[in-house]
């Protein structure tokens, strides 16, 4: 078959969503790093992005309807993207 079409979020969110994707892929990055993991393997971008869509404020339990997490990565992972998720809601806007 042939391969996925590669998604470019920062055409398919909008700004705000977009801003808040990052930030989830930074928070992915550095978990991945930690536990000597492929990215994909902590939640992939498409996850990502159906978090980063959640309205505010998220819940583990919203978290937990996306399809592919589980509940061994919501107590892995789950709190860590609350506090992101909460962190970045109380930054500034970039200018």
Do not use: C, M, W
Not at 40 to 54: D, G, K, M, P, S
Not at 65 to 80: N, P
């Amino acid at each position: 078959g042939k391969p996925a079409e590669k998604i470019d979020y920062k055409t398919v969110l909008d700004a705000p969503t977009f801003a808040r994707f990052s930030r989830l892929r930074e928070l992915r990055k550095s978990l991945a790093e930690r536990e000597a993991l492929p990215a994909y393997a902590v939640f992939t971008n498409e996850q990502l992005a159906a978090i980063a869509r959640l309205p505010a404020p998220v819940t583990v339990a919203a978290l937990g309807q996306i399809d592919g997490i589980g509940s061994a990565r919501l107590e892995k992972y789950g709190s860590g993207i609350l506090q992101a998720l909460s962190d970045h809601a109380h930054q500034p806007p970039a200018t």
